[in-house]
């Protein structure tokens, strides 16, 4: 009919009597189909797959219409061509692959009133994926351009061992609108190596379509890893994630990076996000996260992430922010601006570093077991004032030593210091007591002073330098020996740091014997800042 209405907008009704019919689909070419004998592989020369011709399934109030069954079997799903799957249900025990390059399918919207019309429906009543868009059985490994409209998709079967509802792996510039998850095991959105894709109002809810979920109830709404590869440079906009059992949003693997999530909401979830290891520059504009239970609204493991003008409600969970340490560069770095949490606290882990909070307005306090935290603008509302600015700390060490070192003759020796009198994880006294280590987050420019004497002797040279890492020379200077007088040396040097340098003052001197460093700490000390 050339895509045009016959009974109905984008619906060709049930034939009586003849029991086929000729269609001119572009005007020059006749199409015939037993449409009664559901002959549902009817596709035109414009490239326009109907997949519902002859039937359509209505439910009555809280109930769900009768699925169709055969019609997954029957299509042949081709890149490049266009799908109309018009409102009803359908149903297929193991879901097709959709992952063909081009590919699009377009349902219809539901009505939004929860009791009759319900829209595009795909009832999978097997345990496998409920929706499946796979880009790996191609050459390319991967499946360009697909485009996925106004689909709602759940299981019926409470054994389910699904790994998302709708699973999306290997899919590169797709485009997905209005999908909503009903029900299934694992996650509403399962994304794995899906990257330049964008998702306009993704829905895992029960609540919103039928009050609950159909047969299971998902662990998460949206789950990002790369186990096949990166999950990249994604736009998820309008998300709406309610009654999951573990949290909304869960992003992990290496390297997940470069997601934007705008706007949205996270509800009645066992924990609001959880941005794990290895998950960075991932950018949250407006989210709200609201209502969830657990132990945390936002958990940031990751590095380098931002979270703008976000929401945290004021029900169950524990912490508003909680940013996480295990190792390495986890809980590094990360942003948080103009953030609102109601009735909901900040909590840091010892090893996170360099974190910065700006215009945040909490309640129940600030536990911050981090280095390098950085506070601006925040208000307490709990005690109605505003928390104290807090700079990026500058690492710093002064040490001296009360021992008279002995220095032998003609040799560099690295010196020990026994005594801390300023440090804040820069040098120990136990482990290592000769160096000076730039710690986690401590990267940049560093300054480096040392001033000892040796005692008096007239033969020779004195000498103290600077060396980095063992093997590279700093800096150092040299005086002259001096009788009866002791010979004091003194140096400064400046030097680009990453984390886990570490700089050694070390004494020489060729006397013919060997010499001792004078014990007095106030003429023999060492210290080292981080500058810039």
């Not at 039928?210 to 709404?221: D, H, I, R, S």
């Not at 009735?343 to 077991?369: C, M, S, V």
């Not at 001296?400 to 120990?428: C, E, K, M, P, R």
């Amino acid at each position: 009919n050339a895509g045009q209405n016959i009974t109905a907008p984008g619906f060709v009704g049930p034939l009586t009597g003849d029991a086929s019919l000729d269609v001119k689909a572009d005007g020059t070419r006749a199409l015939t189909a037993g449409w009664n004998a559901g002959a549902f592989n009817i596709t035109s020369l414009n490239s326009v797959g109907w997949v519902n011709v002859s039937q359509k399934a209505t439910g009555g109030t809280g109930a769900i219409g009768s699925p169709w069954t055969g019609w997954d079997t029957a299509i042949t799903w081709t890149g490049g061509v266009t799908y109309y799957a018009p409102a009803g249900f359908y149903s297929y025990a193991t879901s097709p692959n959709f992952g063909k390059p081009g590919l699009s399918l377009i349902g219809d919207k539901p009505g939004g009133d929860g009791t009759s019309n319900y829209g595009t429906v795909f009832v999978c009543t097997g345990t496998g994926n409920v929706f499946i868009v796979d880009g790996r059985p191609l050459p390319s490994t991967n499946v360009k351009g697909v485009s996925i409209k106004n689909i709602t998709a759940y299981t019926t079967n409470a054994s389910s061992t699904a790994t998302g509802c709708f699973y999306l792996n290997s899919v590169i510039n797709g485009y997905f609108e209005n999908l909503r998850c009903g029900g299934s095991a694992g996650a509403g959105f399962y994304m794995d190596c899906v990257q330049q894709s964008t998702f306009v109002k993704p829905v895992c809810s029960g609540a919103t379509q039928w009050g609950a979920y159909q047969g299971v109830t998902p662990t998460n709404g949206i789950y990002m890893t790369s186990v096949t590869i990166a999950c990249t440079t994604n736009q998820i906009i309008g998300c709406e994630i309610e009654g999951t059992s573990a949290y909304g949003i869960y992003i992990t693997g290496s390297p997940m990076f470069n997601n934007v999530f705008l706007g949205g909401v996270v509800e009645s979830c066992v924990g609001g996000i959880n941005v794990d290891e290895g998950a960075f520059q991932n950018t949250f504009l407006g989210t709200d996260f609201e209502a969830n239970t657990g132990a945390n609204d936002i958990l940031v493991y990751g590095f380098g992430n931002t979270f703008i003008g976000c929401e945290v409600g004021s029900a169950g969970t524990t912490n508003g922010i909680h940013v996480g340490y295990v190792s390495g560069t986890d809980g590094l770095l990360n942003t948080f601006m103009n953030c609102r949490l109601a009735n909901k606290p900040i909590l840091i882990d010892a090893g996170a570093r360099g974190n910065r909070f700006e215009g945040i307005q909490f309640y129940g306090g600030i536990t911050d077991n981090g280095t390098n935290s950085y506070f601006h603008g925040c208000y307490d509302s709990t005690n109605s004032k505003w928390y104290p600015d807090k700079v990026l700390q500058r690492f710093y060490s002064r040490a001296t030593d009360t021992t008279a070192q002995s220095i032998a003759n003609a040799a560099f020796q690295s010196l020990t210091w026994g005594t801390n009198t300023l440090d804040n994880g820069v040098h120990s006294t136990s482990v290592n007591p000769t160096r000076f280590t730039v710690p986690l987050g401590g990267a940049g420019l560093w300054q480096f002073d040392c001033a000892i004497s040796f005692a008096a002797n007239a033969t020779g040279v004195r000498d103290v330098s600077v060396k980095k890492n063992g093997a590279t020379l700093i800096n150092y200077a040299q005086v002259l020996a001096g009788s009866p007088n002791q010979a004091s040396c003194f140096i400064t040097a400046h030097d680009l740091a990453v984390d886990g340098d570490y700089y050694e003052f070390q004494a020489f001197q060729n006397s013919g014997g060997a010499l001792t460093i004078i014990s007095d700490p106030n003429i023999n000390f060492a210290q080292a800042k981080k500058v810039n």
